[in-house]
């Protein structure tokens, strides 16, 4: 097994909590598994929940996004996201306004887009360039404009210029487009 190339396995919650662990921590064969991370009680009294995990090297750079399209980069060094064991929550990776919450975590790829789309059939790619390195924990910037007509973020992912999209419709269909059909905007 190479734990060289990615030595590191982040795990990202609903509430914004970012958990960066060493992966040679989790070689070790038990038929039930093994604790990755402590999903703490949320603010408004529910249970957190997992919604990414990502192999990465310290030179990485992570960039969180949230439902209401705010966005934050930062680089995974073990100074500004120190390893840490498997029985612990994590570290505040992303602050949000009112009623918000992560939606994705992403690695970030020279070269690539980022591609939103909202719940009202809306979507746009950015150039990741586009989105500065900031410190970890902070609101972050905007990833996309958000207002009623478009809804709120239902998606944001590292893209390729020729990779394809698909997105299920809630009546079950199934819309498939290429990356580059999609305008770039900042």
Known sequence: RDY??????????????VKKTVLKDY?????????????????????????????????????LVSRKAQS???????????PMGRATSGVKGMSFRERDELLSMNVVRA???????TDGGYAKRTNVDEYRVQGRGGLGIKAAKIV????????????GESDAILAITLSGGVIRTRVNEVRETG
């Open 148 to 159: 009623e007509d478009r809804g709120s973020l239902v998606g944001a992912l590292m893209v």
């Open 27 to 63: 070689d070790s064969p038990r038929s039930g598994g093994v604790i990755a991370i402590n999903l703490r009680e949320t603010d408004e009294g529910g249970e957190d929940e997992l919604i990414g995990a990502e192999l990465v090297s310290a030179e990485d750079d992570l960039l």
């Open 72 to 82: 934050i980069r930062f680089t995974a060094t073990d100074e500004t996201l120190r």
């Open 111 to 117: 070269g690539k887009f980022v591609f939103t789309a």
């Open 4 to 17: 060289e190339a990615a030595p590191y396995l982040v795990l990202a919650t609903k509430a914004g909590l």
